[in-house]
C-alpha cells in the first residue's frame, strides 16, 4: 500500500479513478465533473489560495487506486476562528477501515506540520453552496456540486475521531404546492404600501447585481462560523462560471427604497444529463451532453443562494422573492425545486421554508476533530433522529 501526492495529469486520474472503484456496483452514483474537481486545487482558480495551501493524496493497492482524501487550510478564513482549522474533503474509499485510516493519518500529518489544531470535514476548499458535507440521509442520485458517499463512510470518520458538528438540511418539494397565490397577494398589498421591487439577474448588469448580492449576503450570513465575506468581484466570476447552465429567470435581487434587501438564486440541476459519463466532459461525451440538453424540457431547480438583509426582515422580502421565482415559466419548466441547503441552528430560514410546502429531503453532516489535547468540540443543534424520520416522510 502506497499513499502519493497529487501533482501531474497521470496523478489526477488515478484520483478521479477512485470512485470508479468506489461505486462500481452503485446505481444511483453520478460522478462530478473531474475539471470541476480539478479547478479546486487550482491557484488561478480558486481565490482560497490566495491565504491556504491544499494537498491532495491518492491510495495505491498496487497500481489500484482505492481511496483519495484532500487536505487544506485557509489562513485567512481560520483566522477568525477559535482554533486555527483546516478542513478534509473529497474523500472516498473502498470499504476498509485499514484503507481508510491511511487517508486521514495522511491528510491530519500534513495538516499538523502547518499548526492545525482543528479540522473539519469533509468540506470544500472554498465556499459553501457545493461539496460540503457527508450525506447521512437519503442516499438518492446527488444533485449538481452535492456530495454523495457510501453509507458506510459515517463509520470511517467516528472510528477517526471525527465528531459529528454541523447538519446540513436540503428541503425540498413539488413546485405545484408552494402557495404561490397567497404569496402573491401578500406581495401585491406590500407593494402598494412600500417601495419594494424586484430586480431579475441580468448579464448586463451583472456589475450591480454583483455588488448588491456580496452586500446581502455578508450582512445575512457573518454571525455563523465559517463565514467567509464574498466581494463583488468572486460574485461576478461566479456568475460568470456558471453561464452554460445558469436560467436568469430563476435569480433575482430584492430592493427596499433602492437598498438590496434580499436575493434567491436558484440553476436548472444538470447532473441527470452527466450520468455515464465518469466526471468528463471531452470531445466523445460533449455531443451526447448537449443533445439531452436539447432535448430537456424540465429539469429540477437547485438552490445557490437565499439571503435577506436584517435590516429588512419581516418586510415582507420573502414574498416578493418567492412570487417572481414561481412565474408561470418557472412552474412548467421547474416542476419540483430543491432549496439552497441550510444548517439546523438557521431558525429563521426554517422557518421560511416551511412556510413553501417543502420538505427535508436529505441531510448532509459535516464532521470536526481536533489535533490537540484539551479542545472540546461543541456542535452545533442537530434535529433528532424521530424528528428527522418525521420531516422525510
Not at 417543502?358 to 468540540?377: F, N, Q, S, T
Request: neutral net charge; aromatic residues 14%; proline residues 7%.
Amino acid at each position: 500500500m502506497t499513499i502519493q501526492p497529487v501533482h501531474k495529469p497521470k496523478d489526477w486520474k488515478l484520483f478521479h479513478d477512485v470512485q470508479r472503484e468506489v461505486y462500481r456496483n452503485d446505481s444511483n452514483f453520478i460522478a462530478p465533473l473531474r475539471m470541476e474537481i480539478e479547478q479546486v486545487f487550482d491557484p488561478e482558480k480558486n481565490t482560497a489560495f490566495a491565504h491556504g495551501h491544499a494537498q491532495c493524496f491518492v491510495l495505491l493497492d498496487g497500481k489500484r487506486p482505492v481511496g483519495r482524501i484532500a487536505a487544506f487550510f485557509d489562513e485567512e478564513r481560520s483566522g477568525h476562528l477559535k482554533y486555527k482549522t483546516g478542513g478534509i474533503g473529497f474523500f472516498e474509499c473502498v470499504q476498509d477501515p485499514a484503507y481508510a485510516k491511511m487517508l486521514f493519518n495522511s491528510a491530519e500529518e500534513y495538516l499538523r506540520t502547518h499548526e492545525i489544531e482543528v479540522i473539519d470535514g469533509p468540506i470544500n476548499f472554498g465556499e459553501r453552496d457545493k461539496f460540503w458535507g457527508l450525506l447521512v440521509h437519503h442516499f438518492a442520485p446527488p444533485l449538481y456540486q452535492e456530495n454523495y458517499n457510501p453509507p458506510y463512510y459515517a463509520d470511517f470518520f467516528s472510528q477517526n475521531g471525527y465528531q459529528p458538528f454541523e447538519q446540513i438540511l436540503t428541503y425540498a418539494g413539488k413546485s405545484s404546492n408552494i402557495p404561490v397565490d397567497r404569496l402573491s397577494q401578500i406581495a401585491k398589498r406590500l407593494r402598494s404600501r412600500h417601495p419594494l421591487r424586484v430586480e431579475p439577474f441580468s448579464y448586463q448588469h451583472i456589475d450591480t447585481f454583483a455588488r448588491d448580492f456580496a452586500e446581502v449576503y455578508n450582512a445575512a450570513f457573518n454571525v455563523y462560523e465559517h463565514f467567509n465575506p464574498v466581494s463583488p468581484d468572486l460574485v461576478r466570476t461566479m456568475m460568470e462560471s456558471a453561464k452554460p447552465i445558469l436560467d436568469p429567470n430563476i435569480a433575482c435581487i430584492a430592493y427596499y427604497e433602492d437598498q438590496p434587501a434580499g436575493f434567491i438564486a436558484l440553476y436548472p440541476d444538470i447532473n441527470p444529463l452527466l450520468k455515464g459519463f465518469n466526471g468528463k466532459l471531452n470531445l466523445f461525451t460533449l455531443p451526447k451532453f448537449l443533445w439531452r440538453k436539447r432535448s430537456t424540457t424540465s429539469y429540477n431547480a437547485k438552490g445557490m443562494g437565499f439571503g435577506i438583509h436584517p435590516a429588512h426582515q419581516s418586510k415582507g422580502i420573502f414574498a416578493l422573492l418567492v412570487e417572481y421565482l414561481c412565474s408561470d415559466r418557472n412552474l412548467k419548466r421547474y416542476p419540483y425545486m430543491y432549496l439552497a441547503t441550510i444548517r439546523t441552528h438557521n431558525h429563521e430560514i426554517r422557518s421560511i421554508y416551511d412556510k413553501l410546502g417543502v420538505h427535508i429531503d436529505r441531510v448532509h453532516v459535516a464532521y470536526r476533530k481536533p489535533l490537540k489535547a484539551g479542545i472540546e468540540i461543541e456542535p452545533f443543534e442537530f434535529l433528532q433522529t424521530n424528528e428527522l424520520e418525521k420531516s422525510l416522510d
